[in-house]
């Protein structure tokens, strides 16, 4: 069974400035409730599923502290099968690659 992590998305944005754009650090660190990050899971073992990276949009529940969240996965993902539709997860500003639904 292959477990799961969440890649950064800060650092890849760093490493690639001209390729990939992430919403600015006001926006992800102070993200609503109900609003929509997305996010990138990799999974890791030694199965035909590791090392496998796929993205998700994740429901924000509530904030935990400053740039850290909870909520629940919202995208069914097929290598990291144990992250279903409603599953609940932990995440940070740093894995967010966007940001869609309400704002203040």
Not at 14 to 27: D, G, K, V, Y
Not at 61 to 75: E, F, P
């Amino acid at each position: 069974m292959s477990t799961w992590t969440m890649r950064n998305a800060e650092q890849e944005a760093r490493l690639c400035p001209n390729e990939l754009t992430i919403p600015e650090a006001p926006i992800r660190y102070d993200l609503p409730d109900r609003c929509m990050a997305r996010v990138c899971v990799v999974t890791i073992g030694d199965d035909a599923r590791a090392n496998r990276s796929e993205a998700c949009w994740i429901e924000v529940r509530a904030m935990i502290s400053a740039g850290r969240y909870s909520g629940v996965v919202r995208t069914d993902l097929f290598f990291a099968r144990e992250l279903r539709i409603g599953v609940p997860v932990e995440f940070g500003a740093e894995h967010v690659y966007a940001v869609a639904g309400p704002r203040p």
